[in-house]
């Protein structure tokens, strides 16, 4: 979608022009994208990072960017100039901005975005192949399973446009969280409180850790 | 714990006294519970479904469990008006009181409950082996990661001493979650668009179906 749009308006785009775009991979898009745009054209892929589960115009909320990470993905074939001008742009939204490489920020978001969607969505896909107590689960669903599973009550539409945009890092980290998962199964059938309990810890640790610039 | 208590207490309990716990597995405390008991005295298992992150006293809430679920266990050896007294008990304190067998309550808490940790904890521990980008992780953990991995910051103690204490159905629920994992795994690699919107849409409907009652 994000290229047919660069397709069609690329004919009309003057020397000096700046393109950028919002999607949520950056390795495919950027690659095909610097090869549409016309001589003396630049594009540089970003990423807005916030995410809520509404979509469409009527979820638009003012401050919406503030202090969320925003990814710009320069490449090597980037005008410094353009990432100047498209960096003072976004930075006017008071976002965090970065600078990543497409690649970079394809396995980044992969693992901050797209791998919660494939857990969060597992989870309630797990839960309701119990269907011999689904009155029960749905009256004692609580906020654990809530906040575990918000994710999942996002638009379907561009999950899968996520998933199929960024198949690569996407499986990569899916096949990390099966080998975790496995890992604790092993460790909860051996009843070995002492690991459950060391890899538990790190897992906090690590997450407190990631999260002290957001609000909680 | 729960039970070396029970045993502590049981020379000491009159006849009608009843007894009750607030632990988040009932299938073993209860049968156990039960040979314990002196005579005419009953305990019913008891899981008030109120989870916060946070531990220890100064985590207090007035109202914490308004509206939440408390499960109260009964068995074929429950008299009636124990089971009466500790509704009234329990009902007191403004929540949804709901009734279950021992062994489905600890079906029911490994889904909505255990393997949320288990599945907020993976998603962590997944990520973090991806050391290489450790610092642009840290950088970028946005609310969607926040909410997916929340019940990961809960007390590591607690964690292992659920899942050692509702082994079974915790592994039931596990090995699900995996088998989901590897389903969404394979239509990825596959680039199979349709199947995965509809993966995605039967998770977002039973989760909008299931929190219904909760709020958001």
């Known amino acids: 979608l994000i290229l047919s749009k660069l397709q069609e308006i690329s004919p009309f785009l003057k020397k000096g022009a700046m393109v950028t775009d919002v999607g949520s991979a950056k390795f495919e898009i950027v690659k095909a994208a610097e090869k549409i745009m016309p001589k003396g054209v630049f594009f540089v892929g970003g990423h807005p990072m916030a995410g809520k589960e ?80 689904e009155a029960e689960i749905k009256k004692c669903a609580s906020s654990g399973f809530r906040d575990t599973t918000r994710v999942a009550s996002g638009d379907p539409q561009l999950g899968r446009d996520i998933f199929l945009s960024n198949r690569k890092p996407v499986l990569v980290l899916i096949r990390e969280l099966v080998r975790s998962l496995k890992t604790l199964e092993k460790l909860i059938r051996a009843a070995d409180g002492e690991q459950i309990l060391l890899w538990l810890k790190q897992a906090k640790e690590f997450r407190d850790s990631s999260l002290k610039t957001l609000r909680e």
């Open 54 to 133: 509404e979509s469409g115009i009527e979820a638009a909320e003012a401050g919406l960017f503030e202090n969320r990470p925003y990814i710009l993905t320069p490449t090597a074939r980037t005008s410094k100039k353009a990432l100047e001008q498209i960096s003072a742009f976004v930075s006017a939204l008071g976002v965090n901005l970065l600078e990543l490489d497409p690649r970079t920020h394809d396995l980044v978001v992969a693992a901050v975005s797209h791998l919660p969607l494939a857990a969060a969505a597992g989870v309630v896909d797990a839960v309701l192949k119990k269907k011999e107590i």
